[in-house]
Each structure stands twice: as structure tokens, then as C-alpha cells.
């Protein structure tokens, strides 16, 4: 199986900075894509950014040009930084990969979620 654990969630003002990270681990042959979604109260789950194996980028509208996505080293992890935080931005993130595994095939596989909450 594989496992996605996220950290970096919180309280911060609007205007502040967060930085969002998750670490995949298990049964991973190649990840294809890593990403981010958030899910506000009583809204449907929403992508936020997304990066593929090969460096490729894509961003909500909403969060262009304050949010960043990027891979470490081991390519097994990703990171959100996000600055300029808005009210609007509070939502439970989570993290998304789509993985090859030996054996299994392909599967997309959910963090937990990690709670941000922005305050104006």
C-alpha cells in the first residue's frame, strides 16, 4: 500500500505565509503527478495546484500567483507554499498522488487532510 502524511497546516492572519508539505511512502514504483486539493464546509473538493513527474505545473485560477507547488530531491515529496493567505483560502487541504505501484498498477491515492484556517 501506499501512504500520504501531510503537515504544515494552521492558523494564520490574512496576508500571512503557510507551507504545506506531503511525503509519499510504501509500494511506489513511479509517481506520475502530486497535487493539492482543499475542500471548504459544505463545498465540493477543488484542485489547487498539481505537478508532474516532469516538473509541470498547474494552478487553480484562484491561487495563481501566490501559491506555489514544488518536489524535493526524492521526488516522493511535495510542497505548497502559499502567501498571500485570504479568508477565502481556509478549507481542509489535501494531498493527492497518482502512483504506480509493483503488483497493483495505477492508483490515485488521499493524504489524511491538513486543516488551514486564514483569519481577517
Known amino acids: 500500500q501506499v501512504q500520504l502524511v501531510e503537515s504544515g497546516g494552521g492558523l494564520v492572519q490574512a496576508g500571512g505565509s503557510l507551507r504545506l508539505s506531503c511525503a509519499a511512502s510504501g509500494n511506489i514504483f513511479t509517481i506520475n503527478a502530486m497535487g493539492w486539493y482543499h475542500q471548504a464546509p459544505g463545498k465540493q473538493r477543488e484542485l489547487v495546484a498539481a505537478?508532474?513527474?516532469?516538473?509541470?505545473?498547474n494552478y487553480a485560477d484562484s491561487v495563481k500567483g501566490r501559491f506555489t507547488i514544488s518536489r524535493g530531491n526524492a521526488k516522493n515529496t511535495v510542497y505548497l507554499q502559499m502567501d498571500s493567505l485570504k479568508p477565502e483560502d481556509t478549507a481542509v487541504y489535501y494531498c493527492?498522488?497518482?502512483?504506480?505501484?509493483?503488483?497493483?498498477?495505477?492508483?490515485?491515492?488521499w493524504g489524511q487532510g491538513t486543516q488551514v484556517t486564514v483569519s481577517s
Open positions: 505537478i508532474t513527474s516532469n516538473g509541470r505545473t
Open positions: 493527492n498522488a497518482d502512483i504506480n505501484s509493483y503488483g497493483l498498477g495505477r492508483y490515485t491515492y
